[in-house]
């Protein structure tokens, strides 16, 4: 008797635990509570969030479904979406006034974060306090209340597969970064520290950057990636980095070393050519170092050299322009034996300490300097074995002058322009002088002009050619 008593007073408890499980969960899904906390998230925020509907079970704990965040008209381009959010909830701290969440779990969130009419980055705040009427009566302070609020704790959080996409003003694409995975195991209160993975991110020029992969930590308000690694078209990238806070004009470090960096897949990818026409071989190798202020172009400061091996440039427009004009197969098909580049940076510039490009029967050397646009001031000099220079014609062979031990003969020019698009005045150096005036020559010939007078001001056919007339 006492046994079956016992049966049924642990069925009708189990019978109340579960009501109060279903009644837990209809309530925590109804309408009521959806708007209220709709209500409170926005006013908290200060943007607009929605709720398409919320869960609750014993063993996963509070669950939000479709949740999305817009921020105000002003950064209105931008928006948050969360298909999925769980909480565990400790259930003990609350008597004690506190909400703890023993794991919260973001799953495929996209975030979309466009640049204001500026090109900043700014995240929408809730600096609008509410307006307080004018009713032409004394408001008087009133009595401060204790505070009511829940201490709120996060013990551990992981956000999987999240979706970022930044934009321009314009909605043009400057960075999508796919597959990211962060995960925190010992809280995101104050000082915490997890790992970040990003399975695939590509910049607005095209470069492609994938399975990049760092623990981190944050502490004092500076977030530090003290061992970083990701993919670059075909080679690996590994260093460190550091940001000294959020904040405009914060410190940041980089220290990063190439490896195995394929150029022709690289190329491939910023200039959307297809990879099998590429005819440019070759892998970078090589290390950067460099620390500034965000935002600052002058501030930043440090080091770089890259090596290339294996290097072949089949189509390279500065040396198959001169190689078409002097007849030279090599340099419009250049097989490097070596390629380096060391560079610095300070005062808002980039100093090219040295370059070299060499192949079996040329070299091309250079120093100088470019803007972080790309505009280029380089003294250069292109170097040729007599294998080279006797193909040349003997008005042109005149122009290279014997390097000092070396059996190399060598011109000097300029090169200016930006990256994207050089401009040198080797061809013109290349001809001299003497083609010049024989050119003048011709012209007068054809033309029945008089000689030039000394000290006249008429301009040559070279002249010409270099500054047309509109």
Not at 35 to 58: C, D, I, P, Y
Request: with cysteine.
């Amino acid at each position: 008797m006492l046994s079956k008593r016992f049966l049924l007073a642990t069925g009708c408890a189990a019978a109340l635990i579960l009501l109060l499980l279903v009644g837990i969960d209809l309530y925590a899904g109804s309408e009521t509570v959806r708007q209220r906390l709709e209500t409170a998230l926005t006013r908290q925020s200060g943007m607009a969030v929605k709720l398409e509907a919320l869960h609750f079970n014993l063993w996963s704990g509070l669950a939000a479904q479709g949740v999305l965040v817009t921020p105000p008209q002003e950064a209105a381009a931008s928006s948050l979406g969360m298909p999925w959010i769980e909480a565990r909830v400790a259930w003990f701290p609350l008597l004690s006034g506190r909400l703890v969440l023993k794991r919260l779990v973001l799953s495929d969130p996209t975030l979309r974060w466009a640049q204001n009419g500026a090109g900043d980055w700014v995240l929408p705040t809730n600096d609008h306090p509410e307006a307080i009427p004018d009713t032409g009566k004394e408001i008087k302070p009133r009595p401060a209340k204790k505070s009511s609020r829940l201490e709120f704790m996060i013990r551990s959080a992981r956000i999987e597969n999240a979706t970022l996409r930044f934009e321009d003003p314009a909605g043009e694409n400057v960075a999508l970064l796919e597959g990211v995975n962060v995960d925190c195991p010992r809280g995101v209160q104050g000082d915490f520290e997890g790992t970040l993975s990003i399975r695939k991110a590509t910049l607005g020029n095209g470069m492609i950057f994938e399975d990049f992969a760092t623990p981190f930590a944050f502490k004092g308000g500076a977030l530090s990636c003290p061992a970083l690694q990701l993919r670059l078209a075909g080679g690996t990238i590994r260093g460190q980095g550091s940001v000294a806070s959020f904040k405009k004009d914060a410190l940041f470090t980089l220290d990063l070393v190439l490896d195995g960096v394929e150029i022709r897949t690289l190329q491939a990818q910023v200039t959307g050519e297809p990879l099998a026409a590429s005819k440019t071989a070759g892998t970078v190798h090589g290390s950067l170092d460099v620390y500034g202020f965000i935002g600052r172009k002058k501030s930043v400061s440090g080091a770089g050299q890259l090596r290339i091996f294996n290097g072949r440039m089949a189509q390279f427009p500065f040396f198959q322009m001169i190689g078409k004009a002097l007849s030279i197969e090599e340099l419009t098909n250049l097989e490097l034996q070596q390629a380096q580049l060391d560079l610095r940076a300070g005062d808002g510039k980039i100093f090219v300490d040295s370059l070299v490009m060499e192949s079996p029967n040329l070299s091309l050397t250079g120093t100088g300097t470019s803007n972080f646009s790309g505009k280029l001031n380089l003294d250069a000099r292109l170097a040729a074995t007599a294998k080279i220079t006797r193909q040349l014609p003997d008005s042109v062979e005149a122009n290279f002058q014997p390097v000092p031990g070396s059996e190399r003969k060598a011109i000097s020019f300029h090169i200016t322009g930006t990256v994207g698009r050089p401009q040198t005045d080797l061809v013109r150096v290349l001809v001299g002088q003497k083609i010049e005036n024989d050119l003048m020559n011709v012209f007068r010939t054809l033309t029945g002009k008089p000689k030039k007078k000394s000290g006249s001001s008429a301009e040559s056919p070279a002249d010409a050619v270099a500054n047309p007339t509109p």
